[in-house]
C-alpha cells in the first residue's frame, strides 16, 4: 500500500530539542518548543516559550560575546548553558505537551511499512545521485548570486580553480545529504510518491545551501578578514566550514528536509522551510560564537571603520578584540592596528607604547614585531608628526584573483568622483587569474573620459609632491599595482590601498618600497580628470607629456612577438632621440644584436649611463618581493633591466662602470647569480684573480650555474687544485643533460637540440662544453668524480650519439670497469656494462669518421 511521507513520518519529537538547543541555542529551539506546545493547545505557554527562548537565546549569545576570555571558556560555557536549556525545553514539552509526538496518527486498520536492504540501497543511490545533479546545479546559481552579494568582503569565486573547488565540495556535501536521507527513507518510506522524493532533493538542497550562507556571514567573512590581513590564509575558516559542511550539512540537511516535507499543505512546508533558514542561522551563530570567532569579527568591524576613516570606532574594536584574549596571530594585528590609529591621533605617547607592547607581548607575528621595531625607532627619531593623507579615498575590495588594477584605478578614479567599481573594470579589461595590461588600463581610464599618464624612472619626492597637490598615485611592484594616497614622515611609509594586504591604510616602509618599485623601472601612473591638470607640479606635468607615450610603447612591444619587427618599432619609439629612458635601449641591445651598431650611434652613451647609474646607483638589489608589501633580502628574484644594462655596459667597454654597480649592489643588498657571474668573469679578464673566483664559485652556489663551472674549473687547475678542476669540468659536461637556463631550476631536465648545446657554446659564446668534454678525455686521473662523468657522458652520449670521442673515453670506462669485475659477484654488473659497451662501439663505427669511407667523394 502506498503512503505519502507527509502522513507518516514527522522526525522532530521533544527529546530533539536538546540537540536542537546545544546546536542552534534557544533562539531556534524555543520557538520549536513553543510551537509544540500550542499544537497541543497550550497557545498562551507555547507563545511565551518562543518568546523568552529568542529573548534569552540572543542574550546568552551577547554575553558570550562580550566575555573577555578564552574562546576555549566561552566554549565550553555556552555548550554547558544550551544543554541545561535543551533539558528544561524537552522536560517542559514532555510535561504539558506529552501528545506532541510528532507522528500522525495511523489510520484505522493500517500499519507501518519498513523497506529492506533493496529498498534502502535504491534510496540511497536514487537520493545521491538527483540530489548531487540538482544540488550542484542550484550550487552554480547559488555561487553567481552571493558573488554579487559578498565579492567585495569576502572571495566567493576568488578564481575559476577557486569557484571550481567550492562547487565540487558542495556538491560532494549534497550528494552526501541526498544518500543519507535516501537510505533513511529507503528504510521508512520504501512507497514514495516521485512528487514527494523530489521535494524531499529541493528540501535538502535549500537547507544546505542556507546553512553555508549563515556560516559564511557568522564565520567565513569574519575569518577571511582576519586571516588575509594576519598573513594566515584560509586557516581560520578552513576547519569550522570543513567540519560544517560534511559533518552538520550532511545529517542536518537531511534531517530537516523530512521536517520541511513532512507539512500538511504548501503552507505549512514554506513556514518550516523559513524555519530551518531561521534555525541555519541560529546554529552558524552558536558555532561562530563556540569557536571563538568574537575577536575575528571584531577584527572585520575594525577594518570596516577604518576604511570610512571613523579611526575612533575602529579603535573600539581593536581594544576590544584584544580583551576577547584571541589567538596570537589575531592579537598581532589589533595590537598593531590599535598602536597605528594613536599616531594617526597624534597620541604619539600611546602609539610608542603600543608598538612595545607589540614587540614584547604580541610577537607572534614576525613581520608585524619588525615593522612595530621599525616605527618605534622612527618615532623616537621623528622630530614631529608629519603625515599627509588624501581625504576621501574610500572604496571595497573587490575579491578576485589578479583584480588588482580594477580595484587601484577603482579607488582612483572614484576618488575623481567617477561612477566605476572595480567588478565594471574587471569585466572590462581583466582576465580572471591572468592579470591586466597596461595598455588596457590606460585605455579603459581614456574611454571614461579621464586622462591616464605614466612617468618612469620617478623618484619618492614626485610621489609625495603628487599627492600634496591632491592626486593619488599608482604604482607598480612586481606583478602587482597599489595606489598611494599619503605618506608618514614620522613613520618614514607611504598610506597605501593595497589588495596584497587586504588593507586600505596599509604603512609600507618607504625603504622597502622603493626597492621593489625599482624592480618595475619606478613608474608613476595618474589617472585624472583633464580639467585637473593644471594642478600637478610643473616639473611632473612636463615630464608626463615627455615620458608618458614613451612608456605606453615600451608596454606594447610585450604584446608582440618576442623579436619581431614590431617590437623593435615599438622600443624604438620608447627609447626616443636621447636614451635617457634607457630600459628599451639596454633591451634591444640585448635582445637584438645586430641592432648594436646602430644603437650606439644614434645614442648618446654618456647619456644612457647617466640614466643607468642614477636608477641603480642606490636603493637598488635584486631581492624577491614577497606578498603582502615584503622585501626579502634572503631570497633573489633576477632582475632583468639589470642584466640588459650590464650587457650594454660590457658591450660599450665601460667595465668600470660595471664593477662599481656590482661592488655598491652587492655589498647593500643580495645579487642574483647571471649579475655575480659576469663580474667574476670580467674581473678575471682584468687579473683580479682572488675575487672573480669568488663572485663566480657564489654564483655557481646560488645557482649551480653551469655557464661559468668551466671557467672556474680552467682557474683551478691553473693553481694546481686538478681534484677541484675534474669536478667543475664534469658539472660542466653535465650542462647538456640538465641545461641551467634562465628561470629555470637546475633540477629540471631539458633536453635541447639548438646549435648552441650541439657546438657546446655557453651563453659567451665560447664552445665550453666541448672543451670541458676534451679535457676530462684527456685527464689520466679523475679520481672521486669519475662516477659521476660515467653517469654524465652516458646521458651526453644518448644526446649526440656521433661524439666519437666521448663514446671512445666511454669504451674504455666500461673495458675497465669489466676487468675489475668479478664472475660470480657481478654478474647482473657485467651483464649491463657488456651492454652499454656494445652500443658504445656500434655508435663508433656507425658515427666515426672511417665509417663514412665508403662513401664516394664529390
Given at each position: 500500500m502506498t503512503r505519502n511521507m507527509e502522513n507518516t513520518y514527522k522526525p522532530l519529537r521533544p527529546g530533539a530539542l536538546i540537540l536542537l538547543t546545544v546546536l542552534c541555542g534557544t533562539m531556534a529551539a524555543g520557538p520549536l518548543a513553543g510551537s509544540m506546545l500550542a499544537a497541543s493547545g497550550r497557545k498562551k505557554l507555547g507563545w511565551l516559550t518562543g518568546v523568552a527562548g529568542v529573548i534569552l537565546g540572543a542574550g546568552l549569545l551577547g554575553a558570550m560575546i562580550a566575555w573577555n576570555t578564552q574562546w576555549e571558556k566561552i566554549a565550553l560555557a555556552l555548550t554547558g548553558v544550551n544543554l541545561v536549556l535543551g533539558l528544561g525545553l524537552w522536560r517542559l514539552a514532555a510535561y504539558f505537551a506529552p501528545a506532541a509526538r510528532e507522528a500522525a496518527p495511523e489510520s484505522e486498520g493500517t500499519q507501518r511499512e519498513s523497506g529492506g536492504l533493496r529498498q534502502v540501497a535504491v534510496g540511497f543511490f536514487a537520493g545521491a545521485m538527483v540530489t548531487g545533479i540538482l544540488g550542484t546545479v542550484c550550487s552554480i546559481f547559488y555561487l553567481l548570486i552571493t558573488d554579487a552579494l559578498f565579492s567585495t568582503w569576502f572571495p566567493v569565486t576568488?578564481?575559476?580553480?577557486?569557484?571550481?573547488?567550492?562547487?565540487?565540495?558542495?556538491?560532494?556535501c549534497l550528494t552526501a545529504a541526498g544518500a543519507f536521507a535516501g537510505a533513511v527513507g529507503g528504510r521508512l518510506r520504501p512507497d514514495i510518491r516521485p512528487k514527494a522524493f523530489v521535494e524531499g532533493c529541493f528540501a535538502i538542497i535549500f537547507v544546505y545551501l542556507t546553512l553555508v550562507l549563515a556560516a559564511e556571514v557568522t564565520m567565513a567573512l569574519p575569518g577571511f578578514q582576519a586571516g588575509a590581513v594576519t598573513g594566515s590564509g584560509w586557516r581560520d575558516i578552513l576547519s569550522s566550514m570543513i567540519l560544517g559542511g560534511l559533518f552538520i550539512g550532511v545529517v542536518w540537511s537531511g534531517l530537516w528536509a523530512f521536517h520541511i516535507t513532512n507539512g500538511e499543505n504548501g503552507r505549512a512546508k514554506l513556514r518550516r522551510s523559513l524555519a530551518a533558514a531561521a534555525c541555519n542561522?541560529?546554529?552558524?551563530?552558536?558555532?561562530?560564537?563556540?569557536?571563538?570567532?568574537?575577536?575575528?569579527?571584531?577584527?572585520?568591524?575594525?577594518?570596516?571603520?577604518?576604511?570610512?576613516?571613523?579611526?575612533?570606532?575602529?579603535?573600539?574594536?581593536?581594544?576590544?578584540?584584544?580583551?576577547?584574549?584571541?589567538?596570537?596571530?589575531?592579537a598581532s594585528f589589533l595590537q598593531y592596528r590599535a598602536a597605528l590609529i594613536y599616531h594617526k591621533m597624534g597620541r604619539e605617547d600611546l602609539a610608542e607604547k603600543g608598538f612595545e607592547r607589540l614587540i614584547t607581548k604580541y610577537n607572534a607575528n614576525d613581520?608585524?614585531?619588525?615593522?612595530?621595531?621599525?616605527?618605534?625607532?622612527?618615532?623616537?627619531?621623528?622630530?614631529?608628526?608629519?603625515?599627509?593623507?588624501?581625504?576621501?579615498?574610500?572604496?571595497?575590495?573587490?575579491?578576485k584573483s589578479a583584480y588588482c588594477v580594477p580595484n587601484s584605478l577603482a579607488l582612483t578614479m572614484r576618488y575623481w568622483g567617477a561612477d566605476v567599481d572595480a567588478k565594471e573594470i574587471g569585466r572590462e579589461i581583466t582576465g580572471l587569474s591572468g592579470g591586466t595590461f597596461a595598455v588596457?588600463?590606460?585605455?579603459?581610464?581614456?574611454?571614461?573620459?579621464?586622462?591616464?599618464?605614466?612617468?618612469?624612472?620617478?623618484?619618492?619626492?614626485?610621489?609625495?609632491?603628487?599627492?600634496d597637490a591632491g592626486f593619488p598615485v599608482m604604482v607598480y611592484v612586481p606583478s602587482h599595482v597599489l595606489v598611494i594616497f599619503g605618506y608618514d614622515e614620522a613613520l618614514e611609509t607611504f598610506v597605501t590601498y593595497d589588495t596584497s594586504t587586504s588593507d586600505l591604510w596599509s604603512e609600507y616602509i618607504q625603504q622597502d618600497f622603493v626597492k621593489a618599485w625599482k624592480r618595475r623601472a619606478t613608474t608613476v601612473v595618474l589617472a585624472y580628470p583633464p580639467e585637473e591638470e593644471k594642478r600637478l607640479p610643473w616639473n611632473i606635468a612636463q615630464r608626463l607629456n615627455e615620458f608618458s607615450d614613451k612608456y605606453l610603447?615600451?608596454?606594447?612591444?610585450?604584446?608582440?612577438?618576442?623579436?619581431?619587427?614590431?617590437?623593435?618599432?615599438?622600443?624604438?619609439?620608447?627609447?626616443?632621440?636621447?636614451?635617457?629612458?634607457?630600459?628599451?635601449?639596454?633591451?634591444?641591445?640585448?635582445?637584438?644584436?645586430?641592432?648594436?651598431?646602430?644603437?650606439?650611434?644614434?645614442?648618446?652613451?654618456?647619456?644612457?649611463?647617466?640614466?643607468?647609474?642614477?636608477?641603480?646607483?642606490?636603493?637598488?638589489?635584486?631581492?624577491?618581493?614577497?606578498?603582502?608589501?615584503?622585501?626579502?633580502?634572503?631570497?633573489?628574484?633576477?632582475?632583468?633591466?639589470?642584466?640588459?644594462?650590464?650587457?650594454?655596459?660590457?658591450?660599450?667597454q665601460r667595465f668600470d662602470m660595471v664593477e662599481n654597480l656590482v661592488t655598491r649592489i652587492d655589498e647593500e643588498g643580495p645579487l642574483s647569480s647571471n649579475i655575480l657571474g659576469d663580474a667574476g668573469m670580467i674581473d678575471l679578464v682584468w687579473g683580479d684573480y682572488d675575487r672573480g673566483l669568488d663572485r663566480i664559485q657564489r654564483a655557481i652556489d646560488q645557482y649551480s650555474g653551469m655557464d661559468w663551472a668551466f671557467y672556474l674549473g680552467l682557474a683551478r687547475k691553473k693553481d694546481g687544485n686538478d681534484r677541484e678542476a675534474v669536478r667543475l669540468l664534469v658539472q660542466t659536461a653535465d650542462f647538456a643533460g640538465r641545461r641551467s637556463s634562465r628561470g629555470r631550476r637546475d633540477d629540471m631536465p631539458l633536453y635541447d637540440a639548438s646549435l648552441d648545446v650541439q657546438n657546446g657554446l655557453d651563453e659567451y659564446g665560447f664552445p665550453s662544453l666541448a672543451l670541458a668534454n676534451q679535457m676530462l678525455v684527456d685527464m689520466d686521473e679523475l679520481g672521486e668524480s669519475r662516477e659521476d662523468l660515467l653517469t654524465v657522458w652516458e646521458r651526453?652520449?644518448?644526446?649526440?650519439?656521433?661524439?666519437?670521442?666521448?663514446?671512445?673515453?666511454?669504451?674504455?670506462?666500461?673495458r675497465q670497469d669489466l676487468e675489475n669485475m668479478k664472475p660470480k659477484k657481478d654478474a647482473s654488473k657485467i651483464f649491463k656494462t657488456r651492454k652499454k659497451l656494445k652500443l658504445a662501439e656500434q655508435r663508433i663505427n656507425n658515427y666515426s669518421l672511417p665509417a663514412y669511407s665508403k662513401y664516394p667523394e664529390d
Open positions: 576568488f578564481a575559476d580553480d577557486y569557484a571550481l573547488s567550492r562547487l565540487t565540495f558542495s556538491g560532494f542561522f541560529a546554529v552558524a551563530l552558536t558555532i561562530a560564537v563556540t569557536f571563538g570567532y568574537a575577536a575575528e569579527a571584531y577584527l572585520a568591524a575594525g577594518l570596516h571603520w577604518e576604511r570610512r576613516a571613523e579611526i575612533s570606532k575602529a579603535l573600539w574594536c581593536y581594544e576590544h578584540g584584544l580583551k576577547k584574549m584571541p589567538q596570537d596571530h589575531i613581520r608585524l614585531a619588525e615593522k612595530s621595531a621599525r616605527f618605534l625607532d622612527s618615532l623616537r627619531r621623528s622630530s614631529g608628526p608629519s603625515r599627509v593623507v588624501l581625504p576621501g579615498v574610500e572604496t571595497r575590495t573587490e575579491y588596457n588600463q590606460a585605455w579603459f581610464a581614456v574611454q571614461k573620459g579621464f586622462r591616464h599618464d605614466f612617468l618612469p624612472m620617478a623618484d619618492l619626492s614626485d610621489i609625495k609632491q603628487c599627492i610603447h615600451y608596454q606594447l612591444c610585450a604584446l608582440d612577438s618576442k623579436g619581431s619587427e614590431v617590437s623593435v618599432s615599438h622600443l624604438m619609439a620608447a627609447a626616443g632621440d636621447d636614451g635617457e629612458f634607457f630600459f628599451p635601449v639596454t633591451a634591444m641591445y640585448s635582445g637584438f644584436p645586430g641592432l648594436r651598431q646602430e644603437l650606439t650611434e644614434r645614442f648618446d652613451a654618456d647619456t644612457v649611463i647617466k640614466s643607468i647609474r642614477r636608477y641603480f646607483g642606490e636603493d637598488f638589489d635584486e631581492g624577491e618581493h614577497l606578498y603582502g608589501q615584503y622585501h626579502d633580502e634572503h631570497s633573489v628574484d633576477n632582475d632583468s633591466a639589470l642584466r640588459d644594462s650590464i650587457n650594454y655596459l660590457i658591450g660599450i651526453w652520449h644518448h644526446f649526440m650519439p656521433f661524439d666519437s670521442s666521448v663514446a671512445n673515453a666511454l669504451a674504455g670506462m666500461y
